[in-house]
């Protein structure tokens, strides 16, 4: 058995032969001749009993699942300790080891874990769940043609199994490093439970790691995140802790890297517009970034980071020290994301304001004149290249031919999952939803049509509601002394003081950043989200604006003392004073407090919220 291994590794980690009717593979490239949209590769994922209940999530966002138990569970084992969450919503997706079969070539002891948040949760107990395969998480130097780690998306809901693949292509084609693509016939085994049942197609997609990372940029050695679990590129105060926990960085990074994000997010929601036209092209790759914004447009990729916040990395590269977003998880793309309506109103959203909700960055960026004209004439050659010159529609043609085969042989045993149980409609057909939001594009461009603004409905997380409605009332009730329902500048001036006292804890007659956010993360009221209202929330949005404060006090400092926030409440109070009587009524209050940039909305950690005290 031990001779067997060495063998398959030797077999594995060297595997000279090219794949079977490819070219040889490139020195510089060997992963290459895996991919292309006419690709479709055979694969059999063997998984032991015991391994399957242990890769069993026991979180989800759905709460607790207790897992089933095994039927080959050894009663001598050890317990296995608890797996940390993988999946952005709460999700822990455990490794185990199993064999893979690839284009006839065996690989043991692979890592598997499944992947995915929708994508996982809507396949309930069907057997086509997304896979990633980590061929050297156990056998170190094991790879697939260079490539350590492969990702086998299901296709969920997608009639033409071809959106996911398709998307990618055109990130590529706009000029944004994005993964590569290929598709794959699966079959699974599991003693008790599958043998060698065909799960189904499933679309290839390159992982980004350090080999996609050294491919695009030169060099793979600069921090990579995957934010989830907000909105928006929050800014979480000036200790690293709460950014590890959101921003997700999937390696430890150093100390310059962790500040240069903090600096990062402190220019997005507090510089002013003069420092943000002159810092941002330091901090991000605007054109990148607005052929990225291009992309998503043209596709209407909205659970992404210009929707619901996530499936997104963040690379800081290195060689210029700036930010480059790269895209993920686009299986919603193409009018399939169940917005409310028709999908067909996917189709006229408006091209000027390609986000939904706030979005502070995509604002702050397009309102500069340059960028704007930038993002739509690379909005107008995507469109040109791809639709009117009917490439996107032979792309499709082509993978559709590749893998009829295999789409007939799934349809033939296939059960349903519980996305096609949601009554979501039926989804926009794809070569009909691609001419049409050409279309769409092609008019709003020449100003022959306006677009239409799309809401995400309850899905809409950037909708941040306005200061005033919140606190204008309640912050009269608390200082108005003479309660002659107005302000002075006196009342104001005692309230602040008195809330200065208590954060100053300490008595240190300065107050630090982080004692100033504990303090506003006790008065601020806990928003509810989806009917209830996670404890982490207000202390998010204090950071927030304990950073605007401080930032609008200058140059960045350790702590303030009273006098200067002291300053600052009087500044407010004459800006909120438009008819200069010396008093605030609550319409003014109002309007001053609306003025201030709200906190982007974090929804959610990599932990479950439901954490019991």
Same mark, same amino acid.
């Given at each position: 058995?031990?001779?067997?291994?060495?063998?398959?590794l030797?077999?594995?980690?060297?595997?000279?032969?090219?794949?079977?009717?490819?070219?040889?593979?490139?020195?510089?490239?060997?992963?290459?001749?895996?991919?292309?949209?006419?690709?479709?590769? !055979? =694969?059999?994922?063997?998984?032991?009993?015991?391994?399957?209940?242990?890769?069993?999530?026991?979180?989800? %966002?759905?709460?607790?699942?207790?897992?089933?138990?095994?039927?080959?569970?050894?009663?001598?084992?050890?317990?296995?300790?608890?797996?940390?969450?993988?999946? /952005?919503?709460?999700?822990? *997706?455990?490794?185990?080891?199993?064999?893979?079969? *690839?284009?006839?070539?065996?690989?043991?002891?692979?890592?598997?874990?499944?992947?995915?948040?929708?994508?996982?949760?809507?396949?309930?107990?069907?057997?086509?769940?997304?896979?990633?395969?980590?061929?050297?998480?156990?056998?170190k130097?094991?790879?697939?043609?260079?490539?350590?780690?492969?990702?086998? $998306?299901?296709?969920?809901?997608?009639? !033409?199994?071809?959106?996911?693949?398709?998307?990618? #292509?055109? %990130?590529?084609?706009?000029?944004?490093?994005?993964?590569?693509?290929?598709?794959?016939?699966?079959?699974?085994?599991?003693?008790?439970?599958y043998?060698?049942?065909?799960?189904?197609?499933?679309?290839?997609i390159?992982?980004v790691?350090k080999?996609?990372?050294?491919?695009?940029?030169?060099?793979?050695?600069?921090?990579?995140?995957?934010?989830?679990?907000?909105?928006?590129?929050? +800014?979480?105060?000036?200790?690293?802790?709460?950014?590890?926990?959101?921003?997700?960085?999937?390696?430890?990074?150093?100390?310059?890297?962790r500040?240069? &994000?903090?600096?990062?997010?402190?220019?997005?929601? #507090?510089?002013?517009? =003069?420092?943000?036209?002159?810092?941002?092209?330091?901090?991000?790759? @605007?054109?990148?970034?607005?052929? +990225?914004?291009?992309?998503?447009?043209?596709? @209407?990729n909205?659970?992404?980071?210009?929707?619901?916040?996530?499936?997104?990395f963040?690379?800081?590269?290195?060689?210029?020290?700036?930010? !480059?977003?790269?895209?993920?998880?686009?299986?919603?793309?193409?009018?399939?994301?169940?917005?409310?309506?028709?999908?067909?109103?996917?189709?006229?959203?408006?091209?000027?304001?390609?986000?939904?909700?706030?979005?502070?960055?995509?604002?702050?960026v397009?309102?500069?004149?340059?960028?704007?004209?930038?993002?739509?004439?690379?909005?107008?050659?995507?469109?040109?290249?791809?639709?009117?010159?009917?490439?996107?529609?032979a792309?499709?043609?082509?993978?559709?031919?590749?893998?009829?085969?295999?789409?007939?042989?799934?349809?033939?045993?296939?059960?349903?999952g519980?996305?096609?149980?949601?009554?979501?409609?039926?989804?926009?057909?794809?070569?009909?939803?691609?001419?049409?939001?050409s279309?769409?594009?092609? $008019?709003?461009?020449?100003?022959r049509?306006?677009?239409?603004?799309?809401?995400?409905?309850?899905f809409?997380?950037?909708?941040?509601?306005?200061? /005033?409605?919140?606190? =204008?009332?309640?912050?009269?009730? $608390?200082?108005?002394?003479?309660?002659?329902?107005? &302000?002075?500048?006196?009342?104001?001036?005692?309230?602040?003081?008195r809330?200065? !006292?208590?954060?100053d804890?300490?008595?240190?007659?300065?107050?630090?950043?982080?004692?100033?956010?504990?303090?506003? =993360?006790?008065?601020?009221?806990?928003?509810?989200? %989806?009917?209830?209202?996670?404890?982490?929330?207000?202390?998010?949005?204090?950071?927030? +604006?304990?950073?605007?404060?401080?930032?609008?006090?200058?140059p960045?400092?350790?702590?303030?003392?009273?006098?200067?926030?002291?300053a600052?409440?009087?500044?407010?109070?004459?800006?909120?004073?438009?008819?200069?009587?010396?008093?605030?009524?609550?319409?003014?209050?109002?309007?001053?407090?609306?003025? @201030?940039?709200?906190?982007?909305?974090?929804?959610?950690?990599?932990?479950?919220?439901?954490?019991?005290?």
């Amino acid at each position: 058995m031990r001779m067997l291994s060495m063998l398959c590794l030797a077999a594995a980690t060297s595997w000279a032969a090219p794949l079977r009717g490819q070219p040889n593979r490139t020195a510089d490239d060997p992963a290459a001749p895996l991919f292309g949209p006419d690709k479709v590769w !055979t =694969a059999h994922l063997r998984i032991g009993a015991q391994e399957w209940n242990d890769m069993l999530p026991t979180r989800s %966002f759905f709460g607790p699942q207790p897992k089933p138990k095994a039927k080959q569970a050894d009663p001598a084992a050890p317990p296995r300790p608890a797996a940390p969450p993988r999946g /952005g919503f709460g999700f822990d *997706f455990p490794y185990v080891k199993a064999d893979c079969e *690839f284009a006839g070539v065996l690989f043991q002891d692979v890592g598997v874990r499944f992947k995915g948040n929708s994508s996982y949760a809507m396949s309930g107990p069907t057997i086509k769940k997304p896979f990633k395969i980590d061929f050297n998480r156990f056998v170190k130097g094991q790879h697939l043609h260079g490539l350590k780690t492969i990702n086998l $998306a299901n296709n969920f809901g997608e009639p !033409t199994q071809v959106r996911e693949a398709l998307a990618y #292509f055109v %990130f590529r084609a706009a000029g944004v490093p994005a993964p590569r693509t290929a598709f794959v016939e699966l079959y699974l085994t599991v003693p008790g439970r599958y043998d060698r049942e065909l799960a189904g197609l499933y679309t290839l997609i390159e992982q980004v790691d350090k080999t996609f990372l050294k491919r695009h940029f030169g060099d793979g050695s600069g921090m990579l995140l995957k934010p989830e679990g907000f909105h928006d590129l929050p +800014y979480l105060g000036p200790d690293w802790s709460p950014y590890a926990e959101l921003y997700r960085p999937k390696d430890d990074p150093e100390a310059q890297a962790r500040q240069r &994000l903090i600096d990062f997010t402190r220019l997005v929601h #507090f510089a002013d517009d =003069a420092a943000f036209r002159r810092e941002i092209d330091r901090y991000l790759d @605007v054109d990148r970034f607005l052929r +990225y914004l291009a992309a998503c447009a043209l596709m @209407v990729n909205v659970d992404s980071f210009i929707g619901t916040g996530h499936n997104y990395f963040l690379y800081l590269n290195p060689t210029d020290n700036r930010f !480059t977003f790269l895209p993920w998880d686009l299986n919603s793309t193409f009018g399939l994301f169940p917005l409310p309506g028709a999908a067909a109103a996917q189709t006229a959203w408006t091209i000027h304001k390609p986000y939904f909700g706030s979005n502070r960055l995509v604002e702050r960026v397009l309102a500069m004149p340059a960028n704007a004209a930038a993002y739509r004439q690379h909005l107008a050659a995507l469109n040109d290249k791809l639709v009117p010159a009917q490439r996107l529609i032979a792309e499709i043609d082509v993978m559709q031919r590749a893998i009829a085969k295999t789409v007939a042989k799934e349809a033939a045993g296939k059960k349903a999952g519980w996305f096609d149980l949601m009554l979501l409609g039926q989804p926009a057909d794809l070569k009909t939803f691609v001419a049409a939001r050409s279309a769409s594009i092609k $008019a709003q461009l020449s100003e022959r049509a306006e677009g239409k603004e799309l809401s995400l409905g309850w899905f809409d997380f950037g909708k941040r509601p306005p200061l /005033g409605k919140q606190f =204008a009332r309640p912050l009269t009730l $608390a200082a108005d002394a003479d309660q002659d329902g107005k &302000l002075s500048r006196a009342e104001l001036k005692t309230l602040v003081d008195r809330f200065l !006292t208590e954060c100053d804890r300490d008595r240190q007659g300065a107050i630090s950043e982080k004692a100033l956010a504990a303090g506003l =993360a006790r008065v601020l009221p806990k928003p509810a989200l %989806f009917g209830f209202a996670p404890p982490h929330l207000p202390q998010f949005a204090a950071a927030h +604006y304990a950073g605007l404060i401080f930032a609008r006090a200058g140059p960045a400092q350790a702590a303030l003392d009273r006098a200067a926030l002291l300053a600052q409440a009087e500044a407010f109070f004459t800006a909120a004073d438009g008819n200069r009587d010396g008093l605030l009524d609550e319409p003014e209050l109002t309007a001053a407090l609306d003025a @201030v940039p709200t906190a982007p909305l974090v929804y959610g950690r990599p932990v479950p919220f439901a954490a019991k005290k």
